[in-house]
């Protein structure tokens, strides 16, 4: 009985902690709220901020998301690329608009936006008219035609999935773009591989994915991890890696940046 007192003390203490945490983020995110309010920014309740990044700290969304846009803008520049001359782009992954926010004042392309979260596409919707937003299942097609993208980035996104719904994703995300457009992802590379097991690590250094909690693929509880070989090998077999930017991810700290083209022939 004592310790089912205690577990129920600490979980209690724990309740109270996220909750006081939660209070002061909030109170701290009131001016910048208000600022973006004012040069018609919408900014996201707190709940749906949380709901991607386990936070509702507004100065992480905003920040973060400004320094994704950077380094989007920084790899597609090495390339020869410039994001205002594409066509039409997809946010794949959007969540409640952390990056695509960025692109508002972008003259030129067509933005899209896809989510298998409906409440955050909602919100989008309604907050974020400069782009058509999609909700899409975890684990079905796209509902958009074959070829329709000439660029698609995914932040944070394979690194929540499991082996088989990477393979699914990276087949369906080639079926989306045009011939010779570029896909960005990024994923945990070798800067996490102290972060795991022994047993991990000896599948990692073989070149195998780790991913820890695929039942809870989508979500933030489940994590996967890739070695450079396997993303170049297996992920991303189908592509030509234009550029590979160990912890390149500005945004998405200390992941790997994968800038990669699908061939004009595929």
């Known amino acids: 009985m004592p310790d089912q007192h205690m577990r129920l ?3 209690a203490w724990g309740r109270l902690g996220r909750i006081s945490r939660q209070a002061r983020e909030r109170v701290r995110g009131l001016p910048l709220r208000a600022s973006e309010r004012k040069m018609g920014r919408p900014v996201p309740p707190g709940r749906l901020i949380h709901l991607v ?15 994704a846009a950077r380094s989007i803008r920084d790899v597609l520049n090495r390339n020869g690329l410039a994001i205002e001359d594409f066509g039409a782009i997809l946010d794949f992954g959007c969540g409640v608009g952390r990056v695509i926010r960025q692109w508002a004042d972008l003259n030129g392309p067509e933005l899209h936006g896809t989510d298998y979260n409906p409440v955050l596409i909602d919100w989008c919707r309604t907050q974020l008219p400069f782009a058509r937003f999609h909700a899409n299942r975890l684990d079905r097609p796209l509902d958009l035609e074959s070829g329709r993208f000439d660029f698609i980035y995914c932040l944070s996104v394979f690194t929540h999935l499991s082996e088989h719904l990477q393979q699914f994703w990276m087949g369906e995300l080639a079926r989306v773009l045009a011939p010779g457009g570029y896909l960005l992802i990024t994923t945990h590379g070798d800067h996490y591989l102290p972060m795991l097991s022994p047993e ?3 599948c990692y250094r073989a ?4 991913v ?7 979500s933030n509880d489940c994590a996967a991890f890739h070695p450079e070989t396997y993303v170049r090998q297996t992920l991303a077999r189908d592509f030509e890696v234009a550029e590979m930017v160990p912890e390149g991810a500005l945004g998405n700290p200390s992941q790997d940046v994968y800038l990669l083209r699908k061939p004009l022939l595929s």
């Open 9 to 11: 003390l600490t979980r």
């Open 53 to 67: 990044a386990n936070t509702e700290d507004v100065a992480w969304f905003l920040g973060t998301g400004e320094l």
């Open 200 to 202: 991990e690590q000896s």
């Open 207 to 210: 070149g195998e994915p780790v």
């Open 212 to 218: 820890r909690k695929a039942g809870r693929q989508g």
